[in-house]
C-alpha cells in the first residue's frame, strides 16, 4: 500500500541511519520500527489479569476458639447491663 507519510526531521535521519546499519532498505525499516512500536503499544494496553492468592483461614496457635466465645458472651451481658443501668 503506498502512503505518503511526513516525518520529522530528527526521525529521518534516524530511521536512514537505521536502515543503513542493518542493511535493510527505508521503507522495511520503517515498516519494523511501526511494527514494533504498534505491538508495544498493544500490549502495554491490555490489563493484567488479577489473581487472588487464597490463605489458609483459622486462629492463631494459642487462640483459643472457645475461650473468644465466652469472651463475647461476656461483652453482650456487660453490654446488657450497662443499658440497662441507663434506663433507670
Do not use: C, W, Y
Not at 536502515?19 to 521503507?27: V, Y
Not at 500490549?43 to 486462629?59: E, T
Amino acid at each position: 500500500m503506498r502512503t505518503t507519510v511526513t516525518l520529522a526531521a530528527d526521525l529521518a535521519i534516524k530511521l536512514k541511519k537505521l536502515a543503513q546499519r542493518s542493511g535493510r532498505s527505508f521503507k522495511a525499516t520503517l515498516d519494523e520500527v511501526l511494527r514494533k512500536g504498534l505491538l508495544t503499544q498493544a500490549r502495554a494496553a491490555a490489563p493484567k489479569r488479577f489473581v487472588v492468592v487464597p490463605h489458609a483461614g483459622g486462629f492463631r496457635p494459642g487462640v483459643d476458639e472457645a475461650r473468644l466465645n465466652q469472651l463475647l458472651d461476656q461483652l453482650d451481658a456487660d453490654e446488657l447491663v450497662d443499658e440497662a443501668g441507663s434506663n433507670r
